[in-house]
């Protein structure tokens, strides 16, 4: 992020974005001009730090998912390569499309798709 003078953020080659605690002066800037506005700072045992999701690295360099894809039990949350994700039907990303939605747009590491038709079952009475 520009906007860090300390140069306390890296984007690693999977896309994720980390910041570097020892370099973090926890200043806020950074908090300041975080378009998405997921970046906050908290009070650590070593003073200000400014904080984000940094898609559990350390789970994922020991082949785990992130916290938040395994603990989710609707499958909305996924996480992968996405040159190797299953494309969905050409419809659904014509729909896509049609949003402006597209590839470029979601670069480098995010991607949306559409929800899957749900399916119910109900018990009858008798």
């Not at 080659?13 to 910041?19: L, P, T």
């Not at 997921?38 to 690295?57: D, P, V, W, Y």
Request: charged share 30%; proline share 5%; glycine share 8%.
């Amino acid at each position: 992020m520009r906007v860090c003078l300390k140069h306390a953020f890296s984007k690693r080659r999977d896309g994720a974005v980390v910041i570097d605690d020892s370099l973090c002066d926890g200043c806020g800037k950074c908090e300041a001009v975080c378009p998405f506005q997921m970046i906050r700072i908290e009070t650590t045992i070593s003073g200000l730090k400014a904080k984000k999701c940094e898609l559990c690295t350390d789970r994922r360099e020991n082949g785990q998912e992130p916290a938040c894809v395994e603990a989710c039990t609707s499958g909305a949350l996924l996480f992968g390569d996405m040159e190797r994700a299953p494309l969905g039907s050409s419809a659904d990303w014509q729909t896509l499309a049609e949003a402006g939605i597209t590839r470029t747009y979601t670069d480098p590491s995010t991607r949306v798709t559409l929800p899957k038709p749900k399916i119910r079952y109900f018990l009858s009475d008798e």
